[in-house]
């Protein structure tokens, strides 16, 4: 039962491919095996003409009409083959383009729809990591290898019509030399495909140490604690354990492949003695020995490919599996409502868990945000501020309790809850883009006037870059400008604050790289930027507190306080405890 239920996932894994074969390439598929179909036929003909150029010049006198003939035809022969090869190598690129595409826009897509708390676990990373370095190369490839086995097929019939005139049996020797071949070679597919499981954790580490290696943002800190033969120390065993790893595996299939050739040679050494025999006996003419070894080798070399090609398949078998694997992961909810009525929020009894630890990020949390209400979360480090965003995002699902928007729970209107909400994270992204790239990203890549005030107090600097707005950030192009950390973050609360019709702004440490007096001015002004809005502020830094209208405690995943700044000073609490270690800063 076990075995008919492996044989039907992999066909209905075959269909899948197949299915991408119709949707990536169409026509350019059929017409490919065309065209296959005539180089196969033509080769064999190509080695027919052979035998019979040897066979008119070996007998006296020279039928020098026929051979000059026969001479042309394979002339002729020799002429389609090269053109048809050819056109055959344009369409496999046109192929191999249309399969790269299709799939790399499939991953790109379900990427974006995958729950972000399924990336948890670090399984699935190294699920994501063989579906990215592997299937969208991989699946053109075994398109392509299908193709192939295709046109060696081809090969194989037509030669075995050639090479049946000179004795029945050569062809189905020919091909049965070659089977044990496909049973070494899928053992090789799974071995390698089991190793680079196996060894994902070991890759993963590698190209972690090599990019902290070779990057320049890194290049400083490496250089000041003298970290570079310790990193290259690192390198040099995680490579030697899997490069000892490969070489036994290469050793172990290398003395099966031996085995396997010499049977092959064997195989067309006995053909070609008996050829030689009927040659000496008059059975036959000299030109067969020609036709014998030429088609032989090809219908042996034809077999061992599809071998090859099989075993090949076979392997990527296994990770278009992991692509099905990946297409089938969970995906957020596509929500079909497309207005909120109201932007007041209820949590109600929410408390989380990260997917396989039994500890409580967040524990029993209720809490409500006013439609143009501004509040504060403060808290050490650890104390759930940071998941409770991430649920607040709808990043994160509650393990237990619910949020609600206006009268709907979160995630029945979560897409039309993102446009018009923004977070400016603690470890923001800092884009490669130009300056005004890098703002128009907060407003769906769009265009749209920045207050004065952001101007005025958060990019002042620009006018200073090359190219003003223009100006290329980061390391990817020659001439591009690499900002400072406080820099980077004004630019990050821009990209925020420029989003039309925002209702929700929320600020994680958004300040931690800001100088005192941008930090003091964005405190001044920011019951303006708020204006019609709500926010949601995080930080350890308390200055910000004042102008909140109501601040939360969190300790340990619980909410320990909450009231107004005045009001938790009044309590000598754990907030007036924290704020009064920070007084200085604020006088």
């Known amino acids: 039962m076990e075995k008919i239920k492996n044989i039907y996932e992999k066909a209905n894994i075959y269909v899948k491919m197949l299915n991408l074969i119709k949707e990536g390439i169409g026509k350019y598929f059929f017409l490919i095996i065309f065209i296959n179909i005539l180089i196969s036929t033509k080769l064999a003909l190509s080695t027919y003409y052979h035998k019979t150029i040897i066979d008119t010049v070996s007998k006296i006198p020279i039928n020098m009409d026929l051979a000059f003939k026969t001479l042309f035809v394979l002339w002729i022969l020799e002429i389609f083959i090269l053109v048809f090869n050819e056109l055959s190598a344009y369409i496999k690129t046109i192929i191999k383009y249309r399969i790269d595409y299709t799939i790399s826009k499939r991953i790109t897509d379900k990427m974006a729809k995958i729950k972000v708390e399924v990336m948890e676990n670090i399984e699935i990373y190294d699920l994501l990591d063989r579906v990215n370095s592997n299937v969208p190369t991989g699946i053109a490839d075994t398109i392509l290898l299908i193709i192939d086995v295709f046109l060696n097929i081809f090969k194989i019939i037509s030669f075995s019509f050639v090479l049946i005139n000179i004795k029945w049996y050569f062809p189905i020797v020919s091909i049965l030399t070659s089977i044990p071949y496909l049973f070494v070679l899928s053992k090789q597919g799974f071995d390698t495909y089991i190793m680079q499981v196996a060894q994902n954790k070991n890759t993963r580490k ?50 099966w492949t031996i085995y396997i050739n010499i049977l092959k040679n064997i195989s067309i050494g006995i053909c070609l003695f008996i050829t030689c025999i009927d040659v000496i006996q008059k059975r036959t003419s000299l030109g067969s020995v020609v036709l ?154 769009q265009k749209n006037r920045l ?81 019609n809005k709500q926010a949601i502020m995080i930080s350890h830094r308390l200055g910000a507190t004042k102008v909140c209208d109501r601040i939360y405690v969190f300790d340990k995943g619980k909410i320990i306080e909450n009231g107004t700044h005045e009001e938790l000073i009044k309590k000598g609490g754990k907030y007036y405890k924290m704020y009064k270690a920070q007084q200085s800063l604020y006088v």
């Not at 800190?221 to 490969?246: G, S």
């Open 206 to 255: 590698l190209n972690y140490l090599f990019e902290i290696l070779t990057n320049r943002v890194y290049s400083k800190e490496i250089r000041t604690f003298n970290l570079i033969d310790f990193l290259v120390e690192k390198i040099y065993k995680i490579r030697k354990t899997i490069w000892d790893e490969k070489i036994e595996l290469i050793y172990k299939h290398s003395r």
């Open 292 to 445: 014998v070894i030429s088609a032989i080798q090809n219908m042996i070399y034809s077999a061992t490919f599809i071998m090859q090609y099989i075993a090949k398949i076979n392997k990527q078998v296994f990770y278009i599996n992991d692509f099905n694997k990946f297409i089938l992961m969970p995906e957020e909810e596509d929500t079909l409502q497309k207005s909120i009525s109201n932007f007041k929020i209820v949590c109600e009894n929410i408390s989380f868990s990260y997917p396989n630890t039994s500890y409580q990020s967040l524990d029993n949390i209720n809490l409500t945000i006013n439609e143009n209400e501004i509040i504060a979360i403060v808290g050490e480090n650890g104390s759930g501020k940071t998941t409770f965003i991430n649920l607040l995002l709808g990043i994160f699902k509650p393990t237990s309790g619910a949020i609600y928007v206006g009268d709907r729970e979160l995630p029945t209107i979560i897409n039309e809850f993102r446009k018009k909400s923004v977070c400016i994270f603690q470890n923001f992204i800092r884009y490669q883009f130009t300056v005004e790239e890098n703002i128009n990203a907060g407003n769906f890549g």
């Open 451 to 531: 207050k004065s005030f952001y101007a005025k107090t958060f990019l002042d600097f620009v006018n200073k870059l090359p190219f003003g707005y223009n100006t290329e950030l980061g390391q990817l192009e020659n001439g591009s400008i690499e900002l400072s950390g406080g820099e980077w973050q004004k630019i990050a609360i821009c990209r925020a604050l420029c989003r039309e019709d925002l209702k929700l702004i929320i600020l994680d440490e958004p300040m931690s790289a800001l100088d005192p007096k941008v930090e003091s001015d964005l405190y001044h002004e920011f019951r303006d930027l708020c204006k």
